[in-house]
């Protein structure tokens, strides 16, 4: 009975303190992160040549740009850059907001987000560095299975399965990148291959932080019984014999996969 109470007092204790923890982290965060860096390169008249220090778009961005959608002239192309460019430097004000215990994402305020979508085609990766818990800025991740249809598949929080998101969301972030899986690595059978696999196998899997732990990583591809965001995507490519993870650690993080080698970027905003 005395050993019962004892835990229980200690519980109440740790709980305590994930509290103060998650308040003043949530503070931390508002005064002492800008989680949206504007470019260190004043706005200019948009050229070939300072497209992606103007917008943050890549060559590879441009061309998907042009692919998806019915531009009927070079201007309307050259206007709708301009858009990006515009988006790309001006400042935006954030608000935090808890998604789970004392796990936080950082929004543009609503007045203030675009409507202008990541640039993405199947199998690309959307990254974020808006989430955090306690003080470890950790990002979250996506994997795009429908560009058409502007659907990712995303593990978002702790007590949540994965599921099916629309690629609107990433407007309320104000930093995102967009990555894409090398040309010499890529081909359509292999991208649609991922996706299915994804849609059959990591939909409705239960959110699990110690994932690449327990279970291992191994273990993982074999017997899907927990994920999170950057091993779900880990995970679509790593069943195909692609290991995302930069660093090769037990557990993806969505840094590990924004460094790498394997990956080529599209897009970058709000990041520096």
């Known amino acids: 009975m005395e050993s019962n109470v004892k835990k229980s007092i200690v519980f109440a204790f740790i709980l305590l303190l994930i509290s103060l923890l998650a308040s003043f982290t949530h503070e931390y965060f508002l005064r002492e992160h800008r989680v949206h860096k504007n470019p260190t390169v004043p706005l200019q008249p948009l050229t070939r040549a300072n497209l992606?220090?103007?917008?943050?778009?890549?060559?590879?961005g441009l061309t998907t740009l042009i692919d998806q959608f019915d531009l009927q002239s070079s201007d309307e192309l050259i206007d709708l850059l301009k858009e990006y460019q515009i988006y790309y430097h001006t400042p935006v004000e954030t608000s935090c907001e808890y998604i789970a215990g004392i796990s936080c994402e950082d929004f543009v305020v609503p007045n203030q987000r675009t409507k202008l979508l990541p640039i993405v085609e199947d199998g690309d990766i959307l990254i974020t560095f808006s989430a955090h818990t306690g003080i470890w800025r950790n990002g979250h991740a996506a994997l795009v299975?429908?560009?058409k249809e502007k659907q990712t598949i995303e593990s978002t929080a702790l007590g949540t399965d994965s599921s099916i998101q629309n690629l609107s969301k990433w407007t309320r972030y104000p930093n995102y990148a967009v990555f894409r899986l090398r040309a010499d690595l890529r081909s359509d059978p292999l991208i649609q291959d991922i996706i299915q696999y994804a849609?059959?196998?990591l939909l409705d899997i239960p959110y699990n932080f110690m994932v690449g732990i327990f279970p291992s990583?191994?273990?993982s591809i074999t017997d899907v019984i927990g994920t999170q965001c950057s091993h779900l995507v880990w995970q679509a490519y790593a069943k195909y014999g692609i290991?995302?993870?930069?660093d090769g650690g037990l557990i993806c993080t969505p840094k590990d996969l924004f460094f790498s080698p394997y990956l080529e970027l599209v897009q970058i905003y709000g990041i520096m």
Do not use: P
């Open 217 to 219: 990583k191994a273990n």
């Open 243 to 246: 290991d995302l993870d930069a």
């Open 199 to 201: 849609t059959d196998n």
């Open 145 to 147: 299975i429908d560009a």
């Open 52 to 60: 992606f220090s103007q917008t943050g778009i890549t060559e590879l």
